[in-house]
Nanobody
Framework: QVQLVESGGGLVQAGGSLRLSCAASGRTFSSYYMGWFRQAPGKGREFVGVISWSGGTTYAVDFVKRRFTISRDNAKNTMYLQMNSLKPEDTAVYYC???????????????WGQGTQVTVSS
């Protein structure tokens, strides 16, 4: 069992930065691949990126690839999403999730956080 709690969301102006954190409970955090998803108002939840259990491999979708960076600190049971050059279209609830394999698919993720709101003003 893994419990996930996101934090770090808030209101920021376009061009600004935020760093989201995803804190995990349980001693098996380091064995999970961790993903970030987001859900904008009126839209479905979409994949943002994923990081391997060791942190050695990451993947982010094209629309955030040069702006967002995923990292993790297994000693702290925490994953991060550094978001730079934020745009109004990045406004969404951001979720972290845990999976046993490297996946872009929501259904492959077993554990989910409650989400944290990110709002980017123009």
């Amino acid at each position: 069992q893994v419990q996930l709690v996101e934090s770090g969301g808030g209101l920021v102006q376009a061009g600004g930065s935020l760093r989201l954190s995803c804190a995990a409970s349980g001693r098996t955090f380091s064995s999970y691949y961790m993903g970030w998803f987001r859900q904008a108002p009126g839209k479905g939840r979409e994949f943002v990126g994923v990081i391997s259990w060791s942190g050695g491999t990451t993947y982010a979708v094209d629309f955030v690839k040069r702006r967002f960076t995923i990292s993790r600190d297994n000693a702290k049971n925490t994953m991060y999403l550094q978001m730079n050059s934020l745009k109004p279209e990045d406004t969404a609830v951001y979720y972290c999730a845990a999976a046993t394999g490297f996946s872009f698919t929501q259904s492959d993720y077993t554990y989910w956080g409650q989400g944290t709101q990110v709002t980017v003003s123009s």
